[in-house]
């Protein structure tokens, strides 16, 4: 007996996924659907109760947490830096600058 063959399956792609999940999800967050009509007291109700329930809550979270890329890892912050508006302006300033810079022997050369 000869089996057909099956054809492979498409890996989904990420903006499929999305899409997937915001489809199969819609409506979960107003609490609309064809037949419960939106109640805003009932959706703030439940809201402030699941803020006083993490609140109160202690949660273990891991030590890092990933998204596609992206990885975040907790840890104690030494202390708290601040930026002055100065020297953000003076990085901008050197980057225009490069940029110019590179527009004009560009333009020299070729």
């Known amino acids: 007996m000869i089996l057909p063959k099956r054809k492979p399956k498409k890996k989904e792609t990420t903006k499929e996924k999305i899409l997937r999940v915001l489809k199969e999800t819609a409506g979960t967050m107003s609490g609309a659907g064809p037949d419960k009509p939106v109640d805003r007291a009932s959706q703030f109700r439940v809201y402030m109760d699941t803020i006083d329930r993490l ?56």
């Open 55 to 110: 609140k109160n809550t202690r949660v273990r979270l891991p030590g890092r947490v990933e998204l596609g890329n992206l990885t975040a890892r907790s840890g104690k912050v030494g202390s708290i830096r601040t930026t002055n508006m100065s020297a953000i302006m003076d990085k901008y300033h050197d980057k225009a600058l490069r940029m110019a810079q590179a527009k004009y022997y560009s333009k020299q050369l070729g």
